[in-house]
């Protein structure tokens, strides 16, 4: 395979020319008439619920979810007619853009896009990027806490100009106040790869698609690698049991977790297993909270007495230390707890998890590998999202050393494990799969190769 490997990417290498680039700003000069201006493109390959149809001069992105699209059309050519849209923006967007949830700001940092948000439509103390909270202490962003305040939409408006587009959820309330809005559905996937697909998405609105296709090929390169590794250190061994379990104080009981979510992939690509959800509890309250069954602290005890590792989401704001203080006793019975294998969400700061995870789901695996035993010692990680929570205090993501600079990628380079024990011996370089962000041939073919060894084994 890494003889094959190897002549693909020096095939690919020699072929190769540079690259194209999608228009960074209006045209100015003459429009030449059956010019493609969109030679970069994108195309959902993992992702269900989004789509790109490219013109010369203009695109249609659609989200498949909830129905809605949107006719892109480039700045300084005229928008074509009679074409149904729900909206009509003219790109790359020049006013800059707000959005509503945290789950979307990494997306466009990785873009090199931080300067042109100009607005956060929810608590800034969720906000985890120490860059973008920086932001918002000189002014250069605003932040919206409660749109019901008088006069919050104009001065959404009046801080940036009259053509800011919002991104957000179909669920935020206030969408509907903002007239330029573009949804987006990612947590609505069933895989990682189709959840971290939407940095294409995004992409779109600016005109930069060469920089998403590198990004996403990175991500998924990485997390093939790692899947790979932990595969073979637990090819015929047992695999590790694990239990996503949380405490919600709004129910009254612990709830367990169950598939398809996007922690079942981690799970089972770090060849582990789920403890899955029985659907039984003693705790039922159809009133706040549907028909799901939650179980008591001696109930979860029972149920999670042959798992081998915990991992706690920290939701709805009750932390394992909070859940801890108040069940000791109880907890104290599992062996979980005896063994000090209980891993929550807040390595580095409580909001980094919802903040960074989608567009990081390859440094997740990593953290998860690592903690279920699926990591080689040739190949030591460091956890970034998962905290130990008998011996590591919560962190956060330090000072904004540079605001000028996009998001710092933080999974590791990625060594095929048969590669890295052959190259102890001597016999050859091991090839990584590179964090650096290039957009050369080489990366880009290791991760074409990836997505179809992916495909093929789906």
Known sequence: ????????????????????????????????????????????????????????????????????SYLLYQCGTEPPTGIEAN????????????????????????????????????????????CMKERFETGEAINIANPDDVGAIDRLYNATSPEIVLFHNPTYRDANEVKNRVTATAYKEKNNHGIGE????????????????????????????????????????????????????????????????FYCDHIADCSAELVEDDGEGSIVNPEKCFSTRYKTTAELADFAKDADVWIYPEIGGVTFDMAYEWFKEDLDTMPLVQNKKIYDTSKTARNTWYEHRLVEYDLVLEDVCTIVGASHPLLPHTTSFLRDVFTEESGDLGECVDPSLGFDIRADDCVRLPVLLEDQKGEEEPVKTSTSGSSSVASTMVAALAMAMIAFSM
């Open 1 to 68: 395979m890494m003889k094959f490997l190897s002549s693909a990417l020096l095939l690919a290498a020699s072929l190769s020319t540079a690259a194209s680039e999608n228009p960074q700003g209006c045209i100015t000069g003459e429009v030449v008439s059956g010019k493609d201006y969109f030679p970069d493109k994108v195309s959902a390959t993992f992702s269900k619920l989004w789509s790109v149809e490219y013109y010369n001069t203009y695109k249609i992105a659609r989200n498949l979810d909830d129905g809605t």
């Open 87 to 130: 909206m009509t923006l003219s790109i790359p967007l020049q006013d800059g853009f707000a959005i509503s949830t945290t789950s979307h700001l990494s997306h466009f940092e990785l873009l090199g896009l931080r300067d042109e948000l100009k607005a956060y439509m929810g608590d800034a103390q969720y906000v985890s990027s120490p």
């Open 198 to 261: 939407w940095h294409k998405y995004f992409s779109v609105f600016f005109n930069l698609e060469a920089k998403a296709n590198d990004d996403f090929n990175g991500m998924v390169s990485r997390y093939s690698c790692t899947k790979a590794n932990a595969q073979d250190v637990i090819a015929d061994g047992a695999k590790p049991k694990v239990l996503v379990a949380y405490f919600s104080q709004y129910c009254g009981g612990w709830r367990i977790g169950s598939c398809p979510n």
